[in-house]
């Protein structure tokens, strides 16, 4: 009996002694982010003058890495590659899912065609392309699997270079929308204010490994490999540290902004920005509701959807007639995240506004339809089934 009290008391001696061990670890897996380093093996992507895009996303990836890990406790990482090998898109989303990530973040570089000089940064969300530039890099993205011996049947006979795969993205509305976007503006804002890069936006693209994920994400363009300058900057280690760092800030505000209690563990290496830029923001979401509307129409009290335009977002307010609203009118707005956002026209038929939206494409070729019930924005797919239900 002596013995076997020595033993007890010895084992829980030793359990409590492991036992901030294993709190650490459960702590550590409270959030989880994949980080996905485009191309890799035998795909080099996007090829320059003495560089490889394969190798500056796994150069910046494992410093983005690096740093979440150094810095926030209860954040697990999980990469799609931490070497030069090649993954299929599907086998990245599946990796994302399989550990019920939080988040997906893919990393890729820019080229353009020989006899163009485009410098800048974007970050993109899924969904349809407004413009030929988002299809085109959404093309080249998507390109990895023709080299994938089966890719017809996996991908059920998508073609990356056939405009009519992209179809598919029209009726695409992801529930993920919201948050995607949101960290994608964060990344924007930092590539410009902490990394000293052009900001060509935030957009919306048909990429296959997003829509394969279960979780927000985005797709990231480090810059352009094809542009000499942009090039040098890119495979410099100053140059990957500052990228490496903008998204690692921008992961930060993203993580205050949308679980305050749980970012009291992360520990900024600098003061982050928690609200996107001032200005005029690109951005293409489907939101969840968040925020009572500032202004209230009849409309909005019948009790059915009403649907709006979301033209451009800013963090200021702009007045009555603003030239960035290129002449349309009527025009209202609402407060979310932070952001004043503008609406064109509103009504209670989603055919009449899907019309408008497409007359006013010229002018605002990323716009998009949000809706609204009893002065409080919605979800736009429940809102779009509320509509075929009344008609009938």
């Not at 030793?14 to 959030?31: G, H, I, N, R, Y």
């Not at 990245?92 to 990393?107: E, H, Y």
């Not at 990957?240 to 305050?260: C, E, G, H, V």
């Amino acid at each position: 009996m002596k013995w076997n009290r020595l033993y007890i008391v010895s084992l829980l001696c030793c359990l409590w002694v492991a036992l901030p061990t294993f709190c650490s670890k459960a702590e550590a897996q409270d959030f989880t982010v994949v980080i996905d380093p485009g191309h890799g093996g035998r795909d080099p992507g996007a090829v320059g003058r003495k560089g490889k895009e394969k190798d500056i996303n796994l150069k910046v990836a494992l410093k983005l890495g690096r740093l979440i890990q150094n810095n926030c406790k209860d954040v697990d990482i999980v990469y799609t590659r931490q070497k030069d090998v090649f993954v299929t898109l599907n086998r990245r989303a599946q990796i994302a899912n399989n550990a019920k990530a939080d988040l997906f973040i893919s990393i890729h570089t820019n080229s353009v065609a020989k006899g163009r000089t485009v410098r800048g940064t974007e970050t993109y969300t899924l969904g349809l392309h407004r413009t030929d530039d988002n299809l085109e890099v959404a093309k080249k993205e998507n390109s990895v699997i023709l080299i994938e011996s089966d890719y017809e049947q996996r991908y059920a006979g998508f073609n990356p270079n056939s405009s009519e795969s992209y179809i598919i993205f029209e009726f695409l509305q992801d529930k993920n929308m919201e948050k995607s976007v949101q960290l994608a503006t964060y990344i924007q804002k930092q590539f410009k204010n902490t990394a000293k890069r052009i900001d060509k936006g935030v957009h919306q693209a048909g990429f296959l490994v997003l829509r394969e994920t279960s979780m927000p994400g985005v797709l990231v363009e480090l810059g352009y490999i094809s542009t000499p300058d942009e090039e040098k900057y890119l495979l410099s280690e100053a140059g990957t540290d500052a990228l490496a760092k903008s998204i690692y800030q921008a992961f930060i505000s993203y993580r205050k902004q949308t679980n305050p209690d749980k970012a009291a563990n992360t520990k900024p290496q600098q003061p982050a920005d928690h609200e996107p830029t001032s200005g005029q923001i690109v951005t293409e979401s489907k939101k969840e509701p968040k925020q009572t509307a500032s202004a209230t129409t009849g409309k909005q009290q019948s009790g059915k959807p009403v649907f709006k335009i979301q033209i451009l977002a800013s963090g200021q307010k702009l007045p009555a007639g603003s030239k960035q609203f290129k002449g349309l009118s009527p025009i209202s707005h609402y407060q979310e995240g932070g952001l004043y956002k503008y609406t064109y026209r509103e009504s209670t038929d989603y055919n009449e506004i899907l019309r408008i939206k497409r007359q006013i494409a010229s002018k605002f070729s990323e716009a998009f339809i949000v809706a609204f019930k009893n002065g409080q924005k919605m979800n736009v797919n429940q809102a779009i089934e509320e509509f075929k239900k009344n008609k009938k």
